[in-house]
């Protein structure tokens, strides 16, 4: 039976001691570390399998026998996120499972019809492409610790996974050894948490995260307590990986800041084996990288604390009709030319072609009304409507416009957004500089996305993040993407990020090319300078001072180099 098999009856196979001669190519003090390592885990240590081999009679070139039950339950869950965050070998996006410089290193079914042949029929082979063959489930500190001592001693390097959201390719890597942190799964709130070691600062009602946990299940607890977190815009995003160490957006964010600027703590084991509480009081400088430094890269988090809100009231408003090419653009329009005015009103939500949900906490539902009115005027003059509707809390709102409207995954999904800032909407001529990309855009058969995300109104202590700058004067992130099918040839992909990388440089004349590092392009050439601005030089000594050793080395994080590059799953894209 395929171990995902076990998986999808809830239970695990403990790994056979002798997976280690397939590991090591023969060194026996290799395999014995290996064996050490799956005893001092608890047996916890597992052989990594691609989520849809089951489908296969291939595996790396060897005969396997086929499992049609398991098959069957890969290919209805192969476009859901929710049936996939719970399996270790699976990943939102294709980029993260295949080894893009090599489309023969791969396991994927056609995504657009998960039960056709064609992609595993006439002893197609399953190929374990960019996943790590190993993984360690991690239950306790101890295992990240044992995870650390054998890194350092086998040259091992680690990656870092929780539920598979990673446009980036940073929670996999051909070659490491993955520590999967989903069943880390505590959550509690304290209505007076103050950081450890941080006596005199004053209490904040606070929610604490296992970093196995997801966002479904931490906006249920916050209801449950009557208060509201900010964080991610899908339900199955981790609330203490990626999201919140990268910057970590929301609907509220306009209002209410980052995720990097409500985390007020992290528990986190340093690659020298340390398990750590940072704050502002202790380990400062790691805290500040932790905030917006980005995930898999300073250590391994193991649970993170954020400042939560009492239950927001708010309106929210969803205004769509539908359109085409020529209809679009005078919604577009409306949209550009009010841009300033909306984020000075609280306004932040999502902008998707000729539809719009956003929320605002400042303003009443008569004022609300009032402030859309010309975009609602247009979108009905379309045979569209508009509906304004009063919340007293957040988690109504998610379950009906949020958990109910999840995006399809099992694809190839390139972002490429850039941070669009206040002032590029602040001059008739930048205005219509961005109302042209979005012409262009639309006009290309595209539909543009745009999260209106940038905390404009939010005072943030000068440098207490390290993210882009760019993050603080933003309004937009302004989306775009590129794609490649799942049988698509080494030339097509180029192409693919060679069209991604010219859009880009478009982008660039408005925005200064700085990125939400979590949603830019993984084919950005600067992206020191793009994702990080001034502070990557001090995250990078910061990185040294931590990770001499770069035991965690992922995708373009910190510390990533172009000879990182020419070994990796993206040489043909450097």
Known sequence: MHSLSVALAASAAVLPIAFAAAVDSGSAARSCAWEKLNGTVGGRLHALEPLALPCFSVYKNNPVAPDAAACAAVQAGYTKPGFRTDIAGAFMNNQVEECASNPV??????????TDPLAFADGASCNQGN????YVEVATPADVQAALAFSEKTGTRLSIKNTGHDYLARSSGKGTLMLWTRKLQGLSYDAAFVPEGCSGEKPVQAITTGAGVNFDQAYAFADEHNVTLLGGYSSTVGASGGWVMGGG?????TVYGLGIDRVVQFKI??????????NSCSDPDLFWALRGGGGGTFGVVLESTHKVEPAIPFVAASVSFTSNKTTIIPFLDIIVNNTQKWAQEGWGGHVSGSSLINITPLLSLDEAKESLASLAAYAESQG????????????????????ANEVAVGNTHLAGSQLVSNGAFGTAEGRAQILSFLTNIVNAGTSPYIPVVGPVLYDAPANSTSATPAWRTAVWELGVGSSWAWNSSLAQRQAAATALKAVGATMSAFTGGS????????????????????????LLSIKNKYDPKKLLNCYKCVG???????????????
């Open 515 to 538: 990125a939400y590092m979590n949603e830019a392009s993984m084919f950005t050439d600067n992206w020191q300078q793009a994702w990080w601005g001034d502070n990557y030089d001090a």
């Open 105 to 114: 290193d791969q396991c994927l079914l056609d995504n657009k019809t998960p």
């Open 384 to 403: 569209g409507a508009a509906t304004f509707t009063e919340y007293d809390s957040w988690y109504p709102f998610y379950q009906k416009y949020v958990r």
């Open 131 to 134: 996943l790590p063959d190993y």
């Open 269 to 278: 084991v340093t690659p020298d084996g340390q398990l750590r509480t940072v």
């Open 249 to 253: 957006h929301s609907v509220l964010s």
């Open 560 to 574: 990533w180099t172009a000879e990182d590059t020419a070994q990796s799953c993206y040489s043909a894209f450097a």
